[in-house]
T-cell receptor
Framework: EDQVTQSPEALRLQEGESSSLNCSYTVSGLRGLFWYRQDPGKGPEFLFTLYSAGEEKEKERLKATLTKKESFLHITAPKPEDSATYLCVAGSGKLIFGQGTTLQVKP | NAGVTQTPKFQVLKTGQSMTLQCAQDMNHNSMYWYRQDPGMGLRLIYYSASEGTTDKGEVPNGYNVSRLNKREFSLRLESAAPSQTSVYFC??????????????FGSGTRLTVV
């Protein structure tokens, strides 16, 4: 069965404290791995698409990487405005959503 | 701003009532989707439409119907609301077909409570 598992469920960081969010996937025929950001009361906002193992994408303080079994979202020197839920989504003709990691960055 | 617009933002229904959730996109996307998001369950696909005039069931279609009115609009109808349909509903659209994986653009959601 196709599955996406994110860890940890929740993460609290101090401003400037770098860390990584993990996404493990077991999906047959992966065609793309997506990361979304979701703020409270809003819809998910697209961040990155990764298509093959070894690929990396960066946007401001975020960097997403992909292996054959996992994806990581690295957050470097986070700021309070990075606080949100981050969703990992595997695409194989349909989208399989992880349950998200809720990140809180304290000033 | 371009994007996906959902109405209403909030709704309370009594069990057995019906309602239609509206969604419109102005990005000329081919594919549109309806998801529901529940605590601990993640996002689950209710229905999708790969193109104008076509609709298909997703993961959790029971109790719902959809209409792809034109390329821009995709509505979700609850014929007889049940408390189990209390959820946050998101409409989304994407450039390609459902078999081609593109990033989706999501609306801001409709928070539905069925009492």
């Amino acid at each position: 069965e196709d599955q996406v598992t994110q860890s940890p469920e929740a993460l609290r960081l101090q401003e400037g404290e770098s860390s990584s969010l993990n996404c493990s996937y077991t999906v047959s025929g992966l065609r793309g791995l997506f990361w979304y950001r979701q703020d409270p009361g809003k819809g998910p906002e697209f961040l990155f698409t990764l298509y093959s193992a070894g690929e990396e994408k960066e946007k401001e303080r975020l960097k997403a990487t992909l292996t054959k079994k996992e994806s990581f979202l690295h957050i470097t020197a986070p700021k309070p405005e990075d606080s949100a839920t981050y969703l990992c989504v595997a695409g194989s003709g349909k989208l399989i959503f992880g349950q998200g990691t809720t990140l809180q960055v304290k000033p | 701003n371009a994007g996906v617009t959902q109405t209403p933002k909030f709704q309370v229904l009594k069990t057995g009532q019906s309602m239609t959730l509206q969604c419109a996109q102005d990005m000329n996307h081919n594919s549109m989707y309806w998801y529901r998001q529940d605590p601990g369950m993640g996002l689950r696909l209710i229905y999708y439409s790969a193109s104008e005039g076509t609709t298909d069931k997703g993961e959790v279609p029971n109790g719902y119907n959809v209409s792809r009115l034109n390329k821009r609009e995709f509505s979700l109808r609850l014929e007889s609301a049940a408390p189990s349909q209390t959820s946050v509903y998101f409409c989304a659209s994407s450039e390609g077909t459902v078999q081609t994986v593109y990033g989706y653009t999501f609306g801001s959601g409709t928070r539905l409570t069925v009492v």
